[in-house]
């Protein structure tokens, strides 16, 4: 089944605090961005990949393509303020009709095995996600006292590459667009259709490197790989 992806590349990486988008940290000799976009490489169900970038930054990703010889970035979008912006210019960037596989950049521990079965779902049910049961109890709080214990059997943590018909997704970004409604990732505007969502069990692996320290997790995770 071939799909299409989006991968965003277009955050400031604030929170990494690395003086730079974290897109550009290297693991292990390569740029985090590179490692990501070579799953998509090597996935032969891929048909092409839509880079979102800032316009300041996207020759700088031009010439990672070229040196790392990255066969399946076949279009540039301009990133948006926020995610969610992002996500919409990368849609209008798509050739197909089909399936979309939304990525975020920072997260280069997928597993094409993982791609193909999100595919096939999003065939399937119309939109489906990447999680894991959360192991950690959650608690609502207000003002640092907590508020409640929220029921951890029914919570999953949701991750990416989050995987849609492009019909329903290109719909629901568009409601959302019409609405002034922000939501924190691409599933939620589905929802908000009242369209179903299916989870696939994902790995506590598929890691998003967002602070410093997910640097050293994902330098165990990579250590880990090379060991297997
Ligand atoms: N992203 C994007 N456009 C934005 C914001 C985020 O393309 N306006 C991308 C990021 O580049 C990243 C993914 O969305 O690959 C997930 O976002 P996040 O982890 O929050 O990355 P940043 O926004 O870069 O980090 P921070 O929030 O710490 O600034
Ligand atoms: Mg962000």
Known sequence: MNYEAIVLAAGQGKRMNAGMNKQFI?????PLIVRTLKVFDRD?????????????????????????RIKKV?????????????????LQAL????????HDGARPFIHVRHLHELADAAARYGAAVPAVRVKDTIKKVDGLFVEQTIDRSSLWAVQTPQAFRLSLIAEAHEAAKREGYLGTDDASLV??????????????????????????????????????
């Open 26 to 30: 290297e693991l292990g000799g390569e």
């Open 74 to 90: 076949a279009a540039f979008a301009e990133g948006g303020e926020e995610r969610q912006h992002s996500v919409y210019n990368g």
């Open 44 to 68: 032969e169900w891929c048909a092409r990949v839509v880079l979102v970038v800032n316009p300041a930054e996207r020759s700088r990703f031009e010439q990672l393509v070229v040196r790392f």
């Open 95 to 102: 050739e197909g009709r089909g399936i979309v596989l939304i």
């Open 191 to 228: 929802e908000r259709l009242g369209k179903p969502v299916k989870i696939v069990e994902g790995d506590y692996r598929n890691i998003k490197l967002t602070t410093p320290e997910d640097i050293l997790f994902a330098e165990a995770i990579l250590a880990s790989r090379v060991a297997e």
